[in-house]
C-alpha cells in the first residue's frame, strides 16, 4: 500500500469485522515519529492466534488462505525504523500500534485520513469511531458521538451529504494541524 491512510482502513476494516462497537483510530507525529494506533473492543484473539497473526498465511477469512494487511504494516514500518505491536484479548479487544520514522525515505506518505475516516463511518455507520490527530502544531478529535447528537436519532451517518461534511470537516482540521 502506498499511504499510511490505506493500511489504517485495512486494520480498521478487520476490527470492523471483529464486531467491535467501538473504534478509535490515534495518530501521533512528533519529533520525526509518525505512532499510529487502531484500537477496538471487538472479539479480541486468542494468545496462538496472535502470536502468528503478523505470518501472511493465518486469515480468519474463508474466502482466501491469505492475510496480508498486517504483514505490509509491520513491513512498511520495519523499513523506515519503526515497528508493530499488538496486543489483543479474547473478549475485550484490539490495539494495532505502528511506528514510523517519518524522516526516513521509505516511510509512505499519510495519505488521505479525512477521505478514509469519512469512508470507515459511512460503511459502518453503527459503530462509534473516535479518531484524534495529534501533531506539534496542535490536535483535533472527531467522535460519531459528538456528530449523532447535532444530527438526531433520524439522519443515519451513512446519508451522503454526511459523508461529504464529514470528509470536508476533517480535511479542514487536518489543514490546521
Given amino acids: 500500500m502506498k499511504e499510511l491512510s490505506l493500511h489504517i482502513l485495512d486494520i480498521a476494516q478487520n476490527s470492523i469485522a471483529a464486531g467491535c462497537t467501538l473504534l478509535e483510530l490515534s495518530l501521533t507525529e512528533r519529533e520525526g515519529l509518525l505512532t499510529q494506533v487502531i484500537a477496538d473492543d471487538g472479539r479480541g484473539m ?3 492466534f ?3 497473526v503478523t505470518d501472511p498465511f493465518t486469515t480468519t477469512r474463508t474466502t482466501r488462505k491469505i492475510g496480508l494487511g498486517l504483514p505490509l504494516l509491520r513491513l512498511a514500518a520495519e523499513q523506515t525504523g519503526g515497528g508493530l505491536s499488538i496486543g489483543s484479548t479474547v ?3 484490539t490495539t494495532v500500534t505502528a511506528c514510523f520514522r517519518t524522516d ?3 516511510c509512505p506518505p499519510l495519505g488521505d485520513m479525512a477521505g478514509t475516516v469519512a469512508a470507515l463511518v459511512q460503511g459502518a455507520p453503527g459503530i462509534e469511531t473516535v479518531y484524534t490527530h495529534s501533531t506539534g502544531r496542535g490536535a483535533f478529535t472527531f467522535d460519531t ?3 449523532r447528537a447535532v444530527l438526531g436519532p433520524d439522519v443515519s ?3 451522503p451529504e454526511v459523508f461529504r461534511w464529514m470528509r470536508e470537516y476533517i480535511g479542514e482540521q487536518e489543514e490546521t494541524i
Fill in 46 to 48: 486468542s494468545p496462538d
Fill in 50 to 52: 496472535l502470536a502468528a
Fill in 91 to 93: 473478549g475485550v479487544g
Fill in 104 to 106: 526516513h525515505i521509505d
Fill in 145 to 147: 458521538r459528538e456528530i
Fill in 157 to 159: 451517518l451513512a446519508e
